[in-house]
């Protein structure tokens, strides 16, 4: 199932992994990898899962090029496995959650894990939060090793309920003696829907902590000021919003959710709105 050109010889690896599909609030997830991809040194893609027919294609569609005008190539989605260095050896897994076979799926990733020598792994994305843009973003992590969730610090344990495929990896990686940390950005609801610079920084600078990974943040805070910029000018208009923000700013304990806009009508008009300024 899993196509291998070659392992690369590494040293003390680890593994972060971004696979969408389930929740990626502000692309979080998805965001941090491809920045991550850009920084690597010496990058080399050695791996792939063709999920042609392992998907809904319905939902998650290939893509069409036309190449010289006349032919037409088709692009499936797939998984890719890449590796590189950051201050030290690393190995990035994303790509879209297969609709099928998840345990075959992702357990040929965890057999890949521990040929590369895996000592640790991350998960990243972002969820939908009760949370104000102007403040900080929190990050929350579940592990599957003690050590690691103690370095986390903060941690999530109450919840209960339908999963994706990366938490599924999560616990697999960890039962194969792997220690996985999951860190989820929270986003705030109304600004969940579209590419959120904030959760991708958050992300990485919580990544680069306590993977121990060499990345340059730098290039984002330029981007995490001009987003900032445009959603308050995205905002302006919407003083109801501005109301629930200022009550969530507040700290107040009886915020009502059913006020803010749902995210199909406000989250469409600010990035509606940030497309039109970049």
Same mark, same amino acid.
């Given at each position: *199932?899993? $196509?291998?050109?070659?392992?690369?010889?590494?040293?003390?690896?680890?593994?972060?992994?971004? /696979?969408?599909? &389930?929740?990626?609030?502000? /692309?979080?997830?998805?965001?941090?990898?491809?920045?991550?991809? %850009? =920084?690597?040194?010496?990058?080399?893609?050695?791996?792939?899962?063709?999920?042609?027919?392992? *998907?809904?294609?319905?939902?998650?569609?290939?893509?069409?090029?036309?190449?010289?005008?006349?032919? #037409?190539?088709?692009? &499936?989605?797939?998984?890719?496995?890449?590796?590189?260095?950051?201050?030290?050896?690393?190995?990035?897994?994303?790509?879209?959650?297969?609709?099928?076979?998840?345990?075959?799926?992702?357990?040929?990733?965890?057999?890949?894990?521990? =040929?590369?020598?895996?000592? @640790?792994?991350?998960?990243?994305?972002?969820?939908?939060? *009760?949370?104000?843009?102007?403040?900080? /973003?929190?990050?929350?992590?579940?592990?599957?090793?003690?050590? /690691?969730? %103690? #370095?986390?610090?903060?941690? #999530? =344990?109450?919840?209960?309920?339908?999963?994706?495929? =990366?938490?599924?990896?999560?616990?697999?990686?960890?039962?194969?003696?792997?220690?996985?940390?999951?860190? &989820?950005?929270?986003?705030?609801?109304?600004?969940?829907?579209?590419?959120?610079?904030?959760?991708?920084?958050?992300?990485?600078?919580?990544?680069?902590?306590?993977?121990?990974?060499?990345?340059?943040? !730098?290039?984002?805070?330029?981007?995490?000021?001009?987003?900032?910029? #445009?959603? %308050?000018?995205?905002?302006?208009?919407?003083?109801?919003?501005? @109301?629930?923000?200022?009550?969530?700013?507040?700290? !107040?304990? $009886?915020?009502? $959710?059913? @006020?803010?806009?749902?995210?199909? @009508?406000?989250?469409? %008009?600010?990035?509606?709105?940030?497309?039109?300024?970049?």
């Amino acid at each position: *199932m899993i $196509e291998i050109d070659t392992l690369p010889q590494l040293r003390d690896p680890v593994l972060v992994v971004a /696979l969408a599909g &389930w929740v990626d609030a502000g /692309l979080a997830g998805s965001g941090s990898v491809a920045f991550l991809q %850009e =920084q690597v040194d010496q990058p080399r893609t050695f791996g792939r899962i063709d999920l042609g027919d392992l *998907m809904d294609l319905q939902q998650t569609r290939p893509t069409v090029h036309l190449v010289d005008g006349v032919s #037409r190539e088709i692009d &499936w989605p797939e998984i890719t496995l890449s590796s590189g260095r950051l201050g030290r050896d690393i190995v990035l897994c994303s790509g879209p959650e297969p609709s099928l076979r998840w345990r075959a799926v992702l357990g040929e990733l965890v057999d890949v894990s521990l =040929q590369l020598g895996v000592t @640790e792994a991350f998960s990243v994305g972002g969820i939908p939060a *009760m949370a104000s843009h102007r403040r900080p /973003l929190g990050v929350l992590a579940t592990g599957t090793d003690e050590a /690691l969730v %103690e #370095r986390a610090g903060a941690w #999530r =344990q109450d919840y209960s309920g339908p999963t994706g495929a =990366q938490s599924v990896l999560q616990v697999m990686l960890g039962d194969a003696g792997i220690p996985t940390l999951a860190l &989820w950005a929270q986003v705030p609801h109304y600004l969940a829907g579209g590419a959120s610079p904030p959760a991708i920084r958050a992300v990485l600078e919580r990544l680069r902590d306590l993977a121990h990974v060499s990345v340059d943040l !730098e290039g984002l805070d330029a981007q995490v000021d001009a987003y900032d910029h #445009r959603v %308050e000018e995205g905002l302006s208009d919407r003083p109801d919003v501005l @109301e629930v923000i200022d009550a969530i700013e507040a700290g !107040e304990d $009886e915020v009502d $959710e059913s @006020e803010l806009p749902s995210g199909d @009508e406000l989250a469409s %008009e600010i990035e509606r709105f940030l497309r039109d300024q970049s």
